[in-house]
Structure formats: structure tokens, C-alpha cells
């Protein structure tokens, strides 16, 4: 799987779930980091790199 298509699965997900109270997300594609804004004022980060392939 390549890394770039991890990061927009992972966007989708936490995009699509209304549950879990999300305000805003932010992808910076240069350094592989969402922001997640949560509805109480919460900021998260993830940070998205690949370690290893399975070739």
C-alpha cells in the first residue's frame, strides 16, 4: 500500500465518522500530518509514514 493512499483512507474515515465529534481536519500532504480540530476545542495530530513494504 502506498502512503499516499493510507492518508486519504485515513482522512475518509475520520471524515465520514459524525460520531466522535470532529470540527475540522487538516492534511498537510508536505508532512504527512492531520490535524484534528474536535469539537471541544481538543487538537489532535497524526503523522502518517511508512516504515515498511512488503515486496
Request: glycine residues 4%; proline residues 0%; contains cysteine.
Given at each position: 500500500?502506498?502512503?499516499n493512499y493510507?492518508?486519504d483512507?485515513?482522512?475518509?474515515?475520520?471524515?465520514?465518522?459524525?460520531?466522535?465529534?470532529?470540527?475540522?481536519?487538516?492534511?498537510?500532504?508536505?508532512?504527512?500530518l492531520?490535524?484534528?480540530c474536535?469539537?471541544?476545542?481538543?487538537i489532535?495530530?497524526i503523522?502518517?509514514?511508512?516504515v515498511?513494504?512488503k515486496?
Amino acid at each position: 500500500m502506498e502512503l499516499n493512499y493510507f492518508k486519504d483512507k485515513i482522512f475518509d474515515i475520520l471524515n465520514e465518522n459524525d460520531k466522535i465529534g470532529i470540527s475540522d481536519i487538516d492534511m498537510n500532504d508536505r508532512k504527512n500530518l492531520l490535524t484534528i480540530c474536535m469539537t471541544d476545542g481538543s487538537i489532535f495530530e497524526i503523522v502518517c509514514q511508512q516504515v515498511a513494504d512488503k515486496k
